[in-house]
C-alpha cells in the first residue's frame, strides 16, 4: 500500500496514457487502408535495411515487425522515394527478395511471399492456421531494459533480438508458446504465454557467475566474459590463506603462464618472476608491477647495495600485507597489456588494496601465530663414513696423512680431532624452528555516498638459523571514497604506509658442510672456540656475530577524481586525473665485529663496519578523459590520456675501518679510516600518450583497439619515443540463437583473439652518454681522479615484441564448468646485447641493437567446476597448465660472435649447450666426456643441446571445501624442469668428496677399483689433481644437471566459523578459527635438497604451520 501511494502520482499519467493508446488503436483499426496509404519521403544512401525501416517508423508511427531469421540487415541499400505510400515502398524494398508487407492495426508485417499461382494462394490463406502477434519488453531486476536480448520460441528455430528500449515484436503459431529469454550476464528464463493479446514483461535477474566477477584491467575495469584480453585473477579469499609473508608468493600455481622463481627462504628476500618465458637477452624480463594505478620503479626486486648474497638479497614486494589486498591481476597478452606500452613488454601485475564498505561500521580484527621450518634436507654423512671418505681419498692420492699444516696430507679432523665426536651441522644451522606471528586490525564503514577504511598490521618472523635473527614489518593503510548525490563527482585516495627491519644472514650455508667430528663450538668459558689439539679452525658460529641489518620505509599515495560532464541514460563524458607518488628508503648497515675473526690468524683484529642508503621516488601524473555511448544496441567507450612519470634514485655506500669496539659498529663515529665513500644519483624520465577505443555490440561483438606514445629518457635523443598498440576483438558466439537452441548445455562460449606490439626499457640509465666514476685509492696531487665507464652510444632503441594470442573460453551447465584454452607467441626483435669491443678501444662492449629475434610460445590450459552446489554444501576444483616454448630464431653471424657458445639457433635462450658425459669410467675412475670428433681434446664441436632451464610445462590445482561454517581448501604447484644439482654445487665450490667437508651420501655410489660402475668418480684429497682438473669440463657437461620436476603442495587452509550473535542483536559477529600450512611436502625424485632452489647451500623454501583467530562485526 505505501508503494502504491509513493507511485500514485506517476501511476495516473500512465493509466491515463494506456486509456489513450487502447482508444487510439480501436480507431486506427477501422481504418488500416489509411495507414497503409499514409506517404513517405526519404532519401538513404548505402543503409541497412534495418536503418530504413526505422526512418518509415518515424514518419508514420507504424512498428515494424520482421524476423531477423529471415531478413538479413546487413545488406546496405541506396534507396529514394517522395511522397510514396507507405505499404508501396515497404513491397518495393523486399519484393525483390521474396518478402511480401502488409499493414495490421499499428504493425507494418513483413513476410515470405507465398509461391504458387493465386487460387493456391487463396487456398493456402484458407487453410493457414492463424498467427498470433506477440509484443513485450525484457528488464533487469531494477526496471532497466536489456536491449540485444534475445527471444526463443521453445521447440522452433524462431530466433528474435529486443531492441534498444528492451521491446521485442514476434509471430507465433501457437496462442501459448513457450519463450526462452536470455541476455549475456544474466540468468534464462522461460516464460509461459498466456494471453497472447497482452503485453509481455520479463525480468531477468543477473547470474551470479564468476564470469561476472569485475576484473582490473589497464585504466578501467571489465569482466571475464567481456573481456578481449588476457587477464588472470587471484581474489582476496584466496590470498589471505597464505602464511607468507610475500603477497606474490600466493601467485604461486594459480596464474596459467606465470613462474615464480624463489632464490632463498630467508624472509624479505626477492624473486624471480617470469610471465610466459622470456623475451630479452639482457633487459629486464620482470613483469611491471602497478600497486593501486602506481608503477613501482623498475630494479625494486632487489635493492639492497652491500651484499649480493642469495641469502641476503632484498626485494621490495614483501612489504605489502596480504591482509591489505584485495586483488591481485596478472596481464598478459598485447590486448591486455600494450596500452602500458614500453613498460608492459613482459606483462604486468596489478595489485589492487582494500576500499572501505557503505554501511554500519565493519571491524575484523585477526592474530595468527606459526612455526616455519626447513622440510628438504641432505642427507649428510655421519662420523665414521666421513672419515672413511677421507682415508680412502688419502689413499688414492698416494699421500700420507700428516699433523703438519701445509703438508700435502694434512688431515688435523683425522690426527687432531676427537674422531668419536659427531656433530649434525645441519641441523645446528638450519634446524631451528622460526616463529612467526601476525596481528591485523580492519576498520571499513559508511554511507552511500562516502566510505572510509583503515587497517594497521604486525608481522614478525623469525629464521631457523641459530641465531637471534628476525623480519619484522609494521604496515598502515587508509582509503577514502566519496561521490556526489547525483553520481557525476568521484573522489578516491588512497595511501599505503609499511616498515621493516630484516636482520639477515649474509653468508651461504656451508657451515653444514663442517667435519661431523669438528671441534665444539664454545671453550669452557663461552667464547667461541677457535683451537683444538693445537690447531687453529674456522669456527663457524663466528659467521653469526656478523650482521646484516636491512631497513626500509615505503609510502604509496595515490588520489584520483573523475567529473562527468555529460551524464544521461545514453552517454557518459568524463574527466579523470590520476595522481600518485612512492617512495622507498633503504638503510643498510653490514657488520664484521672482531669477535668473528679468529684471533689465530692475525696479531691485529680490527672491525669493519658498512653503510648503504638507497632511496626511490616516484611522481605519476595521467590525465584522462573518458566518453560512453549507447548508439541502440551497441555500446562505445573511448579513452584518452597523457602519462607522466619521474623517478629518482639516490644511493650511497660508506666503508668504515679499523673498530677496535665491536659496541660502536653501528656507528661511523668509531671507525679509524673511512675506506671508501661512494655515492650515485639516477633520474629517470618518462611520458606517454595513450587512447583506447571499445566496441561493444549487443554484448556478443566486442572490439578493443589501443594505442600508447612512450618517451623515455633512458635513450639517446634520436631514439627517445616510439609507438606500441594493440587490436583484440571477441565473439561470445554462445548468445546465438542457433547456439542457444541446438547446444543448450552450452552457457558460454567465447572466441577471442589479440594482436599488438609492446617495447621494453627496461635497462640501466644513461648507457647512451659518456660516464665516469672516481677512481678508487689514493688521491692524485690531492686531486680525485677520474676514469671512464662507458663510450657514447647514441644509437640503441627500443626492444620490441610483437604479441599474438587467439582463445577459446567455454561455460557448461549455466558456468558451473567454465574451460579456457589460449595460444600466445611473442615475437622480440631489434634485440639488445652487449657487444665485444677491441681491447685497444679500453672498454669490453656497448649496447647495441643486434639483429636478432627471440620468440616465446606456448599453450595455456585452465579449468573451474563447481562439482557440488548446495544450500550447505559446496565443493569447486580447479586446474590450470601452461606449456611455453622460447626460442632463438635469428642471430645475424652468431657462429662469429663472441656468443658461439651461450646461444643456439632454434633453441631457447635458457639452452644447456654442454658437453655430453658418458658417467664414470669403469677403467680410470675419473667422469668419462665424450670426444665425437676423436681429436684428444673438446673443442666446440663436443658442444651439445641437452635441453635448457625453461619448465617444459607448469601449472597448479586447487581444490575449496565449504559445509556449512567449515572450509576446507588446498592449492598446489607442479613443475616439469631441468636444474643444477648436487654435484654441480660441489664441483663450483671446489667441495670434491675426499676434501675437509661433508658430503651427502650420494657420493658412498663412487669408484673404487677399477671395473667398478658407479655414479661418482673416485675420492681426492689433492686440489691439483686430475678430479680438480675435470672441474671446468664437468661444469659444462650433462652430469651437473639433473630432472627437478616437483609437485608442490603450496598451501592448506581449515576453518571453522561460528555466530556470535546474540539473539535479540541483529548484528553479524563472528568468530573464526582457523589453520592454514604452506610448503606442507615436495614430491620429486629430485634427492639433494629442495629442487624450487637448486641450491643446497641457499636456504630453501620453510614449510611453514599457522593457527589463529579472526573476529569480525559485519
Not at 403 to 428: C, E, F, N, V
Not at 721 to 745: C, V, Y
Request: charged content about 20%.
Amino acid at each position: 500500500m505505501q508503494l502504491y501511494k509513493r507511485h500514485a502520482s506517476a501511476l495516473y499519467p500512465m493509466l491515463l496514457l494506456q486509456f489513450s493508446l487502447y482508444l487510439s488503436t480501436a480507431v486506427i483499426a477501422q481504418d488500416t487502408s489509411s495507414l497503409a496509404a499514409k506517404k513517405v519521403s526519404f532519401s538513404v544512401h548505402n543503409t541497412t535495411l534495418h536503418d530504413i525501416f526505422d526512418t518509415i517508423a518515424k514518419q508514420t508511427g507504424l512498428r515494424i515487425n520482421y524476423s531477423k531469421e529471415l531478413l538479413d540487415d546487413r545488406e546496405e541499400y541506396s534507396f529514394r522515394t517522395a511522397n510514396e505510400p507507405v505499404l508501396a515502398v515497404a513491397n518495393r524494398l523486399v519484393n525483390k527478395k521474396g518478402f511480401t508487407c502488409k499493414v495490421e492495426g499499428l504493425m507494418l508485417l513483413v513476410f515470405k511471399t507465398p509461391t504458387g499461382t493465386d487460387n493456391q494462394v487463396t487456398e493456402r490463406a484458407a487453410t493457414t492456421p492463424k498467427t498470433f502477434r506477440l509484443h513485450g519488453q525484457v528488464l533487469d531486476s531494477t526496471g532497466i531494459p536489456l536491449p540485444g536480448a534475445t527471444i526463443l520460441i521453445k521447440g522452433t528455430h524462431k530466433g528474435y533480438t529486443a531492441k534498444e528500449d528492451g521491446q521485442f515484436f514476434l509471430s507465433a503459431g501457437d496462442p501459448h508458446p513457450i519463450l526462452l529469454i536470455s541476455y549475456t550476464g544474466y540468468g534464462a528464463e522461460e516464460y509461459p504465454v498466456t494471453d497472447p493479446d497482452k503485453d509481455i514483461t520479463v525480468v531477468l535477474r543477473r547470474q551470479l557467475s564468476p564470469l561476472d566477477e569485475t576484473v582490473i584491467i589497464a585504466y578501467g575495469t571489465t569482466s571475464k566474459r567481456l573481456n578481449t584480453g588476457n587477464v588472470a585473477k587471484v581474489a582476496a579469499i584466496d590470498i589471505e590463506k597464505y602464511p607468507v609473508s610475500n603477497p606474490l608468493f600466493t601467485l604461486q600455481g594459480r596464474v596459467p603462464g606465470l613462474t615464480i622463481y624463489q632464490f632463498s627462504g630467508a624472509p624479505g628476500t626477492p624473486l624471480d618472476i617470469r610471465l610466459r618465458v622470456q623475451n630479452s637477452f639482457l633487459s629486464n624480463n620482470t613483469p611491471l608491477i602497478v600497486v593501486d594505478g602506481i608503477p613501482l620503479p623498475a630494479g625494486s626486486q632487489n635493492i639492497n647495495l652491500l651484499t649480493a648474497h642469495p641469502n641476503s638479497n632484498v626485494g621490495l614486494y614483501s612489504i605489502f600485507n596480504n591482509m591489505d589486498i584485495a586483488s591481485i591481476e596478472v596481464l598478459k597478452d598485447a590486448d591486455a597489456t600494450a596500452i602500458y606500452g614500453s613498460r608492459g613488454g613482459n606483462g604486468v601485475i596489478v595489485i589492487t588494496t582494500k576500499r572501505g564498505v557503505a554501511g554500519k561500521l565493519k571491524v575484523r580484527a585477526d592474530y595468527t601465530m606459526g612455526v616455519s621450518q626447513v622440510s628438504n634436507k641432505l642427507r649428510l654423512l655421519n662420523t665414521q663414513q666421513y672419515l672413511k671418505v677421507r682415508r680412502e681419498a688419502f689413499s688414492n692420492d698416494g699421500l700420507k696423512i700428516s699433523k703438519m699444516p701445509g703438508d700435502p696430507g694434512y688431515a688435523p679432523d683425522i690426527l687432531s680431532w676427537d674422531t668419536t665426536r659427531y656433530t649434525d651441522w645441519q641441523k645446528w644451522q638450519i634446524g631451528g624452528n622460526a616463529p612467526t606471528n601476525n596481528a591485523n586490525l580492519y576498520l571499513s564503514g559508511g554511507n552511500e555516498t562516502t566510505q572510509m577504511m583503515v587497517s594497521l598490521g604486525y608481522y614478525r618472523e623469525g629464521t631457523v638459523y641459530p641465531s637471534d635473527m628476525a623480519y619484522l614489518r609494521g604496515t598502515a593503510s587508509f582509503s577514502f571514497n566519496h561521490r556526489s548525490a547525483d553520481n557525476r563527482f568521484r573522489l578516491g585516495v588512497y595511501t599505503n604506509y609499511a616498515k621493516d627491519r630484516n636482520a639477515m644472514f649474509n653468508s651461504s650455508l656451508t657451515a653444514m658442510l663442517s667435519p661431523p667430528d669438528a671441534p665444539q663450538l664454545y671453550d669452557k668459558n663461552n667464547q667461541l672456540n677457535w683451537i683444538e689439539g693445537n690447531e687453529p679452525f674456522q669456527n663457524p658460529a663466528a659467521e653469526y656475530l656478523k650482521a646484516y641489518i636491512h631497513e626500509k620505509e615505503n609510502q604509496i599515495v595515490n588520489f584520483n577524481a573523475e567529473y562527468s560532464i555529460i551524464r544521461d541514460t545514453q552517454q557518459d563524458f568524463k574527466i579523470k586525473f590520476n595522481l600518485g607518488y612512492n617512495s622507498t628508503l633503504a638503510n643498510e648497515n653490514l657488520r664484521i665485529p672482531k669477535a668473528s675473526q679468529n684471533p689465530y690468524l692475525t696479531d691485529n683484529i680490527t672491525g669493519t663496519s658498512s653503510f648503504g642508503t638507497n632511496n626511490f621516488k616516484s611522481y605519476l601524473a595521467e590525465p584522462q578523459a573518458e566518453y560512453y555511448r549507447r548508439i541502440k544496441n551497441a555500446e562505445l567507450i573511448i579513452l584518452a590520456g597523457v602519462s607522466f612519470q619521474y623517478t629518482s634514485n639516490y644511493s650511497s655506500t660508506i666503508v668504515g675501518q679499523g673498530y677496535t669496539n665491536d659496541a660502536l659498529l653501528s656507528s661511523l663515529d668509531g671507525a679509524a679510516m673511512i675506506a671508501s665513500n661512494l655515492t650515485n644519483r639516477l633520474e629517470y624520465k618518462y611520458g606517454a600518450a595513450f587512447g583506447r577505443v571499445t566496441y561493444k555490440l549487443r554484448n556478443k561483438y566486442i572490439a578493443n583497439l589501443s594505442g600508447r606514445r612512450d618517451g623515455s629518457s633512458k635513450f639517446g635523443p634520436e631514439h627517445r619515443f616510439s609507438n606500441f598498440g594493440s587490436l583484440g576483438a571477441a565473439w561470445i558466439f554462445s548468445e546465438e540463437p542457433f547456439i542457444k537452441e541446438q547446444l543448450s548445455f552450452l552457457s558460454f562460449g567465447k572466441l577471442r583473439s589479440s594482436f599488438g606490439v609492446t617495447g621494453n626499457d627496461q635497462i640501466a640509465d644513461y648507457k647512451f652518454l659518456d660516464t665516469w666514476s672516481p677512481t678508487l685509492g689514493n688521491p692524485y696531487q690531492n686531486t680525485t681522479t677520474m676514469q671512464p665507464d662507458a663510450l657514447f652510444n647514441p644509437a640503441y632503441t627500443w626492444e620490441r615484441t610483437k604479441k599474438i594470442e587467439a582463445a577459446l573460453e567455454l561455460g557448461f551447465f549455466k558456468d558451473r564448468l567454465i574451460a579456457s584454452f589460449a595460444y600466445f607467441r611473442n615475437r622480440s626483435d631489434n634485440q639488445l646485447i652487449k657487444y665485444s669491443l677491441p681491447l685497444q678501444t679500453g672498454f669490453n662492449s656497448i649496447l647495441k641493437n643486434f639483429n636478432a629475434l627471440v620468440q616465446s610460445s606456448g599453450w595455456e590450459f585452465a579449468i573451474t567446476s563447481d562439482l557440488i552446489k548446495s544450500k550447505s554444501l559446496t565443493l569447486n576444483a580447479a586446474f590450470n597448465i601452461s606449456i611455453p616454448r622460447n626460442k632463438l630464431l635469428r642471430f645475424d653471424n652468431l657462429a662469429n660472435s663472441s656468443y658461439a657458445g651461450t646461444y643456439v639457433i632454434g633453441e631457447s635462450l635458457n639452452v644447456l649447450y654442454k658437453l655430453q658425459s658418458g658417467g664414470v669410467s669403469p677403467d680410470s675412475g675419473y667422469f668419462k666426456l665424450r670426444d665425437t670428433d676423436g681429436n684428444g681434446h673438446y673443442t666446440p664441436s663436443d658442444y651439445k643441446v641437452i635441453g635448457n632451464l625453461d619448465p617444459v610445462y607448469h601449472g597448479g590445482f586447487q581444490l575449496n571445501l565449504q559445509y556449512r561454517r567449515l572450509s576446507f581448501s588446498i592449492a598446489g604447484e607442479f613443475r616439469k624442469q631441468m636444474v643444477q644439482n648436487y654435484l654441480y654445487r660441489t664441483y663450483l665450490n671446489s667441495f670434491f668428496p675426499g676434501m675437509m667437508v661433508n658430503q651427502s651420501d650420494l657420493v658412498l655410489d663412487h669408484w673404487q677399483q677399477k671395473g667398478d660402475i658407479a655414479k661418482y668418480p673416485k675420492y681426492s684429497t689433492k686440489p691439483t689433481g686430475d678430479v680438480y682438473r675435470q672441474k671446468p669440463d664437468i661444469l659444462s657437461s650433462s652430469e651437473a644437471y639433473s630432472d627437478g620436476s616437483f609437485l608442490k603442495f603450496r598451501n592448506v587452509a581449515v576453518s571453522y566459523t561460528m555466530d556470535m550473535r546474540k539473539r535479540k542483536d541483529k548484528t553479524p559477529t563472528q568468530l573464526t578459527i582457523f589453520c592454514n600450512t604452506q610448503n606442507l611436502f615436495t614430491i620429486s625424485k629430485y634427492k639433494e635438497g629442495d629442487p624450487e632452489v637448486a641450491d643446497f647451500l641457499s636456504l630453501p623454501p620453510l614449510r611453514t604451520f599457522a593457527g589463529g583467530i579472526r573476529f569480525s562485526i559485519q
